[in-house]
Structure formats: C-alpha cells, structure tokens
C-alpha cells in the first residue's frame, strides 16, 4: 500500500501547529492506527510521550512495531526495533549527523503536503486523531482500544470473563461529537 502520512502531536500552545514526521508508505488509517497502538504498548509501554518522541526521531520509510535489528529494508536502511524503518540513514561522508528537522505545519495549511493522512497523538488523552489530507479532523480512536492481544494485557483494563481478547479499535469520536 503506497499511502504516505504524517505522525506528530500538536504543540501545546498552539493546538492548530502540529510538529510531525513524514511516513513514505502504508500511511492508511487501517495500518497506522493499530501500527501506533502496539508501538505504544510494547514498545513504549503505554507512554505516550514516549510515543512521540520515538516517531519524532526521524521521517519513516514505514511504520511497523515487529521491526527487530535484523529486519532488512528495501531501502537499506538501519531498522529502529520496536518502531520502524527510518526514511534515510546518517551519510558516513557527511561530516555533521544532523536529523532532518521535523516538519512543522499549521493544520489549516495541510493541504499543501505530500501526504494522505495527518496523525496526531495526545498524551494528555492516551489517543490518536485522524485527519484527512486537508486537515479536516476524521476520527479519534483510544490507543489502549487499538492494541491487539499480542502486544500484551492491558493491566488498566479486565476482559470479560473467560475472554482474553481486547475489543476490536474503538471509535472515540468523530467530527460533530464531543471527545
């Protein structure tokens, strides 16, 4: 699937400037949302802050949390375990190793990017909102709701007796209702 994305967070004081990273590829809400979940409750052990600032390193080639040392990319570059595989590696020709800096945009300006999803994440709220292409705000869905069952329990929550399942990812809102 060749859908590119953003994934960031927006700044605190100034909700509307989002700080994100570019995602070259399997950037649909189908992928990505699950995809942050489970980075976030093995990787990141349900740290949200933790989150962001493991997918604020770097632009990504893609996204995928059963990402080890040893997974070779297309791409050639070095895997991040846990995380992904980054866009670009550091050049040993270059003599500074400086990240690309991250991409910083007022989400009413959206449309103006490459990219068919901006994701953003919000620590206060443990949740991953999407927008569409243009900015316009889609959905929001729990983390904690997205995981699947391999990612390990949730010690927050209890299944239902006898079940060991977690539901299925869980709408939160959409636009027009209140979070």
Request: hydrophobic fraction near 40%.
């Amino acid at each position: 699937m060749n859908t590119s994305c953003f994934v960031g967070t927006t700044d605190p004081a100034n909700p509307h400037l989002v700080h994100a990273r570019f995602v070259l590829v399997n950037g649909h809400p189908g992928v990505v949302v699950p995809t942050l979940a489970t980075i976030w409750a093995a990787h990141v052990h349900r740290d949200t802050q933790a989150l962001i600032g493991a997918v604020l390193t770097r632009d990504w080639e893609y996204l995928d949390p059963a990402t080890t040392a040893n997974t070779v990319s297309g791409m050639g570059q070095h895997p991040v375990p846990g995380v992904g595989i980054p866009l670009t590696d550091a050049d040993p020709d270059c003599a500074v190793d400086t990240p690309e800096p991250v991409t910083v945009f007022p989400l009413c300006r959206a449309g103006h990017l490459d990219a068919q999803w901006i994701y953003l994440l919000d620590p206060a709220t443990d949740t991953v909102a999407v927008h569409t292409d243009d900015g316009h705000h889609l959905a929001r869905y729990r983390l904690r709701d997205c995981v699947s069952p391999s990612a390990g329990p949730d010690p927050a929550r209890r299944p239902a007796s006898g079940t060991t399942a977690t539901a299925p990812c869980a709408l939160v809102s959409a636009p027009g209702t209140p979070l």
